[in-house]
């Protein structure tokens, strides 16, 4: 029966915790450490040479006050150098009270006039002693027949001034030596309370840390980092992420398409980077609310925003240009069938009539009846046709009519219209009047004697729409607020929401220079104006060659 092989042994690895918080305590205590050991090498580098001085002045000190004394001076004049001679005497009592290594006193030829040791008086200084018998105070550290000493030289005079020999003091540098060693623990103890102190403040900060990280080590939080900046990156949602003063501090890629804005907004404010308007105030949070509706050039966005802890905010941002889209194409469409339906109606009623004539046998009023009904309806037409010459408006008032009949409402040409078939932007003029002409009828419906009136003619290369109703108005206060995204009095359908078509009309205006404005009409009820400069091609020139004739173009090649 075989043995199955026993596994190799795991091998040990030393390496940095894996916790944050340890790591972070860890680096701290070291730096605390490094920091300990730097200040005390920077502390003990200086204090030798600190202590050398000290003890070259103290020499100096003694020998200056020993060449001082007359008395001195006096015996190495008169007295021979010997053991027992009174100069010797003098300076060992001066080195016994100083506690000094030696104290030399020397006449010009350098012999020792005293010494610590006695068989060295009477004999020659083993250092040069030029210096200090030409005059000069000498401070050195210097190697001696008694080893190595702190050594301070003065010269010697007499009563007269004349230099006549020499003193020369040492202090053993074992003692400074000594003094520099005593002093190692002390500062080593200091040393440790400031190691103490940082490791204290260390584990104080590393836990502060741990719970503002919730304790993740680091390869966490930078895979964090990195998954979040591939979600907000890849999402097909913008994020723009606020600080507490209401400056862009992120900004994904989506946000910047949808709002038209790149990595120069990060680090400005809402108002720098997108300018004011209703936008700016729903990212800002000065207006409040969830999916809150606003357009952005071409886009229409809903927004929402939510508070961070620290003071700001992050706001999201949909594309419902799209839904909008097919919310307005599904407009025109039960507009087409509601116009169809009226037809239908209107069609059977007369065809009813006109069976009803034929069974009475009053074919002559059949035939007068026919004609007048054929003739109002080439009338209308016609009449649109011959003022409005753009195909595209001309289609469109004709429809409109139909419902307008349908519901009741007279829908008519001001007298004053007239518009040639030079329109650079057929397109952006047709949903210009169309919303303008269903709000009217919207308005009006239900009341007495109902009645739209619409009014387009040319100045120049300039466009003036006018839309009037017989409808209640629009109060004062409010006729600035209606073209604000959003604002709607109706219940908006369940395909999109209200509160847009308004909104567009005078942006669509304002993107072409002109204005859109709301006052109020001779009627009583509400006269929509707009002014669209340079709306029509010059005279012999063909549309399409002047620019394009696509709004959604024509804008995005202004934002660019």
Aim: aromatic content about 2%; overall charge negative.
């Amino acid at each position: 029966m075989g043995m199955s092989p026993t596994p190799p042994a795991r091998r040990l690895r030393l390496g940095l915790p894996r916790r944050m918080f340890a790591q972070v305590l860890l680096m701290q205590v070291a730096i605390a450490a490094g920091v300990a050991v730097l200040a005390t090498g920077l502390f003990l580098a200086p204090l030798s040479d600190q202590l050398d001085d000290q003890a070259m002045r103290r020499a100096l000190s003694i020998a200056q006050t020993t060449a001082a004394q007359p008395q001195i001076a006096e015996d190495l004049a008169h007295t021979p150098a010997t053991v027992g001679g009174p100069v010797q005497r003098e300076a060992e009592r001066i080195r016994e009270a100083t506690k000094a290594e030696y104290i030399v006193v020397m006449d010009r030829r350098g012999v020792r006039w005293s010494h610590p040791t006695p068989g060295e008086v009477g004999r020659t200084v083993s250092t040069d002693p030029g210096q200090a018998l030409a005059g000069h105070e000498v401070m050195q550290i210097d190697n001696g027949t008694l080893g190595r000493s702190a050594r301070g030289k003065v010269p010697l005079r007499d009563s007269d001034g004349k230099i006549i020999g020499a003193v020369s003091v040492g202090i053993a540098y074992d003692s400074v030596r000594a003094r520099l060693l005593h002093t190692i623990p002390e500062l080593f103890a200091y040393a440790g309370g400031a190691l103490a102190v940082g490791a204290l403040a260390a584990w104080l900060i590393s836990r502060r840390v741990q719970r503002q990280t919730r304790d993740l080590a680091f390869s966490d939080i930078s895979a964090l980092l990195a998954e979040r900046e591939a979600m907000l990156h890849g999402i097909r949602e913008g994020v723009v992420a606020l600080d507490r003063t209401g400056r862009v501090r992120l900004l994904n890629d989506e946000a910047g398409r949808l709002l038209g804005i790149g990595d120069e907004a990060v680090g400005r404010s809402l108002d720098e980077a997108l300018g004011e308007g209703r936008t700016t105030d729903v990212l800002a949070g000065r207006v409040t609310g969830t999916d809150l509706l606003t357009v952005r050039g071409q886009r229409v966005l809903v927004a929402n925003r939510m508070p961070t802890d620290d003071g700001g905010a992050v706001a999201t941002l949909r594309d419902r240009t799209e839904l909008e889209q097919l919310g307005r194409e599904l407009d025109s469409t039960r507009g087409l069938i509601d116009a169809l339906r009226a037809q239908d109606h209107e069609h059977a009623n007369r065809m009813h009539t006109l069976l009803g004539l034929l069974e009475l046998e009053m074919y002559d009023d059949a035939v007068e009846f026919v004609g007048e009904v054929v003739g109002d309806h080439r009338d209308t037409a016609e009449q649109v046709a011959e003022k409005i010459q753009d195909p595209l408006l001309a289609a469109l008032l004709v429809g409109k009519a139909t419902v307008a009949a349908e519901r009741g409402v007279a829908l008519g040409l001001a007298e004053r219209t007239g518009l040639p078939d030079r329109l650079i932007d057929p397109r952006g003029l047709v949903t210009i009047v169309g919303n303008l002409v269903d709000n009217a009828l919207d308005a009006v419906a239900g009341t007495p004697h109902a009645r739209v009136e619409v009014e387009l003619r040319a100045e120049g290369r300039t466009a003036v729409l006018r839309v009037r109703d017989t409808g209640p108005g629009i109060p004062e206060e409010q006729r600035e607020l209606i073209f604000t995204e959003g604002w709607s009095t109706k219940k908006p359908p369940a395909h999109r929401e209200r509160g847009i078509g308004l909104s567009l009309v005078r942006r669509l205006a304002e993107r072409q220079g002109g204005s859109a404005a709301v006052g109020e009409a001779v009627s009583g009820g509400a006269e929509f104006t707009v002014v669209l400069p340079e709306a029509l091609a010059e005279p012999g020139l063909e549309p399409a060659l002047a620019v394009p004739s696509d709004a959604q173009t024509v804008a995005e090649e202004e934002s660019r």
